[in-house]
């Protein structure tokens, strides 16, 4: 017998006595529901909850990594600068003539490299992320889905839309 439990003897009963536990038991705590508020059921119920997690694209991160494209692009050019035996001045003017053009044509440069990136197959994630955001909204414009922040509460059942 343990505690309580089972044979007090496994003699005489065919048995080796050995007692399992319920692996499928439940206390009473778990079978509560503790999101019972109506927010949190809705948040859960519209993709907060349950399958894969989808994070935005970190602005920050793809903001850097457009500034370190700009900057070796900046040092390539003051390495080549160097090898050909430019002086200060004229290599002081060329880098900030790069750095300007770079810096004004920064949303096409990003573009261009993410659009490289993804034929190399080395991707960074959260550009990646970004053009997935962009992929979905033209797919949901072509199929006329609406968004999560223009649906209402009892839309499906208006017979006039």
Known sequence: MYNGIGLSSARGSGTSGYVQSNKFHRDASRLVRKDTDDASWRAN???GGGG???RA?????LAHNAKRAIE???????EACEEKGASESEKASAVAALRARLEAEGAARAARAATAAKAAGADETHAARARKDEEMKTVARAFGISTASERREG???DQEL
């Open 155 to 157: 839309d499906a059942f």
């Open 57 to 61: 694209p970190n602005a920050e991160i």
């Open 72 to 78: 070796v692009a900046v040092s390539e050019l003051e």
């Open 52 to 54: 894969a997690r989808s």
């Open 45 to 47: 119920r519209e993709g």
